[in-house]
């Protein structure tokens, strides 16, 4: 089994072209937001879609001009009745999840991370028998509670509703791209900055942190809600992945 996929560039475009076609500065001035689906996808939980939501509270624009763009991007799941805006903080712990339970899909999940890092249509994947993984819906409701204590502590919010229910990794493939996707526009990578590089950082991480102990989920979670300094790599971590981001 297969699962389409889309290049990030190819997504941009998409979304800038539906941004300007809908005159994103007019909504935002007129304080109005348009939500469509961008795809739908069949899953073990059953049809689910990936939609869009625009502009964002946190878009910027400055002399008729957008200098920064925000979106939403919200999972729907009809079966779960789920429809929730994933961050990254719910995909690390997902992520976190899996591997805690099963320390088997620690090498699966590097690859299929590193897959699904790239700039290309290719099925992320590849390589990996995750597909072939047995499904189970649980969560870990004592994990879901220490992220909501860390935000807390932090002076921020934690949607639990992103975290209410364990991702089919087909979820996670589409939630992960069109979500990072946010941090290439709004940070381009051919700019210096850091783009998709940041969070693929933290659910690497995320993994790490499930099967080695020298450092903890809090740290991770920690790291992701940062602003405005670049957490130092870890010297037990191999970051050489993000060299094939571009």
């Known amino acids: 089994m297969t699962v389409k996929s889309y290049s990030y560039s190819q997504m ?25 689906s961008v795809l739908s996808f069949q899953d073990v939980n059953g049809r689910s879609s990936i939609d869009i939501t625009f502009p964002g509270y946190k878009a910027e624009i400055k002399n008729n001009k957008v200098t920064k763009y925000d979106f939403r991007v919200n999972i729907v799941k009809e079966n779960l009745n789920i429809d929730t805006p994933p961050s990254h903080v719910n995909i690390i712990v997902d992520l976190y999840n899996k591997v805690q339970k099963d ?23 590849r390589n990996t028998k995750l597909l072939e993984y047995p499904y189970e819906n649980t969560i870990n409701m004592e994990v879901i509670n220490l992220t909501e204590n860390i935000h807390r502590r932090l002076g921020k919010t934690y949607n639990r509703n992103g975290n209410y229910w364990n991702y089919s990794f087909t979820d996670l ?26 969070p693929f950082s933290r659910y690497f991480e995320a993994i790490f942190v499930a099967v080695n102990h020298s450092h903890t989920l809090e740290e991770v979670v920690t790291r992701a ?21 571009k």
């Open 12 to 36: 941009k475009n998409h979304l800038l072209n539906k941004f300007e076609k809908s005159d994103y500065i007019s909504l935002y001035n007129q304080k109005k937001q348009e939500r469509y």
């Open 103 to 125: 320390n088997s899909l620690y090498n699966d999940l590097r690859i299929f991370l590193h897959n699904l890092s790239l700039d290309n249509d290719l099925d992320p994947f």
């Open 173 to 198: 493939a589409h939630c992960i791209k069109w979500i990072v996707l946010q941090e290439d526009i709004n940070y381009p990578i051919r700019n210096g900055k850091l783009g998709r590089k940041m």
């Open 225 to 245: 809600l940062q602003h405005y300094t670049r957490p130092a790599n870890w010297r037990e971590l191999d970051y050489s992945f993000l060299n094939d981001i």
